[in-house]
C-alpha cells in the first residue's frame, strides 16, 4: 500500500501513515487522501493492528493542506472538482469513525486539510513547534474538512475568530478551542495562550450574526489586535468571510463531524468554481502577489441571498 506519496506500514501491532511530500509540506494529493481511508479500512478489521499513528515527513510539519493548486488546475481544465472534496470528506469521516485508537502527531505546519487528517483523532498530539490554522478565507473558500464542528464549540467567540481571519495559533490555543488534546513538550516549553488574553474583545465583536457589523465593532473597538484582526479581515474573501460565518453559526446547532462534513459539501460544490477561489490561490500560491481582486470590494457588499444560495 505504500507509495511514493504515503508510506503505510504495519510495526509490533502499530500501523503507521506517514504523509511524504516534506518538499510541499506534505500536501495532500487525491492518491493520499484514498491510501489512508484504504489503510483505515484494511485496519479495522486486521485484529494484530491496535492502534495507529499518522505523522509528516521532513521537518516543516505534518501537512501544510490539500494541494489547492492542483485542484485549481483542475477546476481550469473543466475537471470535476467535487470529486476530490467527496474522497477527502470521507476520509475525514472515517477517522472520526475508526474503531481504534488514532493518534496523530501534530507537529510544525498543521493546517487546513492537515486537520482534517489529524483533528478527528481519539488522541491529537501538538508539539511546541506546531503553528495551527485553518486559512481558506484568504483562497476565497471556507475552513472545511469538518473543523467547524470544533470550532463551533470553543469558548465564547474563539473559534469565529479563528476560522474568519485564518491566522495561525499555536498549540496551547489549538488545545483550548478544541483541535488537540495535549502539548508534548518533550523538546520544549509549551507557549503562552494568545487567545486567552484576548477572549475579552473577541467575544465582545465576534457576538453576532451579521459579518459587517463583525468588522464594524472589531473597527471601533479601542484594543489594538481587534483593529488588526479587522485589516486582516479585510484582506480576506467578502464573500467566504461572510459564508464562514453563517456556516459556523449552523455548525454549532449539529451534532456531528458527519453533518458538518456535509455542509461542506454543499459550500464547496457553490464556491470552487467561482472566480474568488480561482483568484484567491492564484494571488497566494500561483503568482504570489497577495494581491486578489475579489467579487466583492468588501464584506458590507455580500447579500444575504449570495450567502444563503452557498447552502443551498
Known sequence: MTTDELIVEAREGVGHLVLNRPRAINALTPAMLRGIHEALDDWSDEGSIVRVEISGAGERGLCSGADVRALREHVLTGGDHMEFFEVEYAMNAAIKAFNKPYIAHMRGITMGGGLGVSAHGSRRIAYPDSAFAMPET???????????????????????????????????????????????????????????AWQG???????????????????????????????DLRKRCPLSVAVTLEAIRRAKGMGSVEEVLAQDLTVARHLIPRPDF???????LVDKDRNPVWQHARVEDVTRDEVLACFA
Request: aromatic share 6%; net charge negative.
Open 138 to 196: 484568504i483562497i476565497g473558500f471556507i475552513p472545511d474538512v469538518g473543523i467547524l464542528y470544533y470550532l463551533a464549540q470553543a469558548p465564547g467567540e474563539l473559534g469565529t475568530h479563528v476560522a474568519l481571519t485564518g491566522n495561525p495559533i499555536n498549540a496551547t490555543d489549538a488545545v483550548l478551542v478544541g483541535l488537540a488534546d495535549e502539548i508534548d513538550e518533550a523538546d520544549g516549553e509549551a507557549p503562552a495562550s494568545q487567545l486567552a
Open 278 to 284: 480561482l483568484e484567491g490561490v492564484r494571488a497566494q
Open 201 to 231: 474583545w473577541i467575544d465582545e465583536c465576534y457576538a453576532t450574526d451579521d459579518p459587517a457589523e463583525v468588522l464594524a465593532r472589531l473597527e471601533a473597538h479601542d484594543d489594538p489586535a481587534a483593529n488588526a484582526a479587522a485589516a
